[in-house]
């Protein structure tokens, strides 16, 4: 995709309160106007990148831009599941994102189990990926500095 690596920011928002994050997998949503602002040439479905919180460390992250089929939402959603141990929330808080590659499509899934475990699938191809010369420059990127 042409337009990756694509650099965006929003502040966290609430999302569909679904209990991601009893899932344990948290997700950090933006605004419907981020949403909307993204290049048409990025489709819908699974990345991985960089993320930081308020100009904080910047951290691996994987992320879900699309209608989740699974549970088939009618407006467009991009999610941050930033992989890092945070102690608190942070709602409301800014958040800038390096969207860096494409891992796949979003899918519908029989089961909440198997939406779990693709999801720690895509959670261990973010963490190499990003290990890789290709990406690993662009947690230094001067987008992350303040
Ligand atoms: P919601 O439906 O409101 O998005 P989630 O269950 O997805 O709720 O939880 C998301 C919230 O959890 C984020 O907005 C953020 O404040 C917090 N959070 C804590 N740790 C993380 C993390 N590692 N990645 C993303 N969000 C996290
Ligand atoms: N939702 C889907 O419906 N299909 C998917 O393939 C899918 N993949 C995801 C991959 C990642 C890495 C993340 C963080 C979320 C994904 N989601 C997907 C969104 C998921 O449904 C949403 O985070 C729920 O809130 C989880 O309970
Ligand atoms: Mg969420």
Same mark, same amino acid.
């Given at each position: ?22 899932? %344990?997998?948290? &997700? ?15 489709? &819908?479905?699974?990345?991985? %990148? ?5 100009? %904080? ?8 831009? %699309? ?12 999610? +941050? ?25 979003? &899918? ?9 475990? +693709? ?16 990406? &690993? ?10």
């Amino acid at each position: 995709m042409n337009c990756l690596p694509y650099f965006c920011t929003g502040p966290i928002v609430k999302g569909f309160g679904r209990g991601s994050k009893e899932l %344990g997998c948290p &997700t950090a949503n933006v605004p419907l106007e981020v949403v909307q602002q993204l290049p048409d040439e990025l489709q &819908t479905g699974v990345y991985f %990148g960089w993320a930081s919180i308020e100009n %904080g460390d910047v951290h691996k992250a994987v992320l879900s831009i %699309g209608w989740n089929p699974f549970y088939n939402n009618k407006e467009k959603s991009m999610e +941050a599941h930033i992989i890092h141990k945070f102690d608190e929330d942070f709602y409301g808080k800014q958040m800038k994102l390096c969207i860096c590659g494409y891992l796949r499509p979003e &899918t519908n899934f029989d089961s909440l189990d198997a939406l779990k475990a +693709a999801i720690n699938e895509d959670i261990k191809n973010a963490k190499s990926q990003l290990d890789t010369e290709q990406f &690993t420059n662009y947690k230094f990127n001067d987008y992350f500095k303040q």
